[in-house]
């Protein structure tokens, strides 16, 4: 069966980030997502304009209606727009948790665009409170992570293309303990929903049955060759090539995304 991952994120209309980022690296990498607006935007693929989180009592019934029609493999969360929507969202992760309690959570803590446009309305902080100690695995970048101070999930990727240098160290934290770490060659580009397509290839692994540390493993080298093959659609941030690149990676294996493409990654353990 076709592993299914439920999506709450905000509606990109560029198709840069959120749900149409999350839709399309998902179906990459062989799964399909139940995408769940939680915000609608007007943005472009450089700078968001305006933020509106959808209804809290939408957002549920949009989920409801899914989660009692459908198996869920997994769940990716990127904005929830509002605190009243991150608590709806964690009150059906209850809920799902409740019926499986080993289903994985990844948990993108966008906290503002690469500008620092809001994404939503009131503290983000604030709003992600409820969510993180029902994630599975968080991504947050460096500004992120440093906002968000000590966390309770288990797993935290942080992600360093925020940094500095010719290389971006990515770190696998494990009860604050550093597992793995992975160095990736900076691109020359700024890209549009980077860490929505890395967020959502770690659920989509997730959802197909790896492990935490294969599922970080496959989803960096599926981002970062998406990264490396971005396309322009205007001036400024480039959009991650997710479907096209894929649809080589899938047809060089015979499957969804279990090609160990580790040439350009030098990995510390």
């Known amino acids: 069966m076709v592993p299914i991952v439920l999506v709450f994120a905000g509606l990109d209309p560029g198709g840069g980030a959120g749900l149409a980022a999350d839709i399309a690296a998902i179906g990459a990498l062989g799964g399909h997502a139940l995408p769940v607006a939680t915000a609608l935007t007007v943005q472009d693929n450089n700078r968001v304009h305006e933020a509106q ?18 198996r ?22 209850r809920r799902l948790r409740a019926a499986d309690p080993g289903l994985p959570v990844v948990l993108d803590p966008v906290l503002a665009s690469g500008h620092g446009d809001p994404l939503g309305q009131g503290d983000a ?23 968000l101070g000590a966390v309770p999930c288990e797993h935290v990727l942080l992600t360093g293309g925020h940094g500095e240098g010719s290389v971006i160290v990515n770190r696998w934290l494990r009860g604050g303990v550093e597992q793995r770490a992975w160095r990736l060659p900076r691109l020359p580009h700024g890209y549009h929903g980077s860490g929505c397509t890395l967020a959502a290839a770690i659920a989509a692994r997730l959802a197909l049955g790896d492990p935490v540390g294969q599922a970080l493993d496959h989803a960096q080298d599926y981002c970062h060759q998406t990264l490396a093959q971005a396309f322009r659609i205007a001036p400024g941030q480039r959009i991650p090539r997710r479907i096209l690149h894929t649809c080589r990676y899938m047809d060089h294996t015979g499957h969804s995304g279990h090609r160990d493409h580790t040439d350009h990654i030098e990995r510390t353990e």
Do not use: Y
Request: glycine content about 8%; overall charge negative.
């Open 125 to 147: 902080v604030a709003a992600l409170a409820e969510l993180l100690p029902l994630a599975t695995v968080l991504v947050p970048n460096l500004p992120e992570a440093q906002a």
């Open 72 to 93: 869920i493999d997994a769940v990716k969360i990127g904005i929830p727009g509002s605190r009243a929507n991150a608590a709806a969202i964690a009150g059906l992760l």
């Open 53 to 70: 989180p959808v209804d809290a009592g939408l957002l549920v019934r949009q989920a409801g209606a899914l989660i009692d029609a459908c």
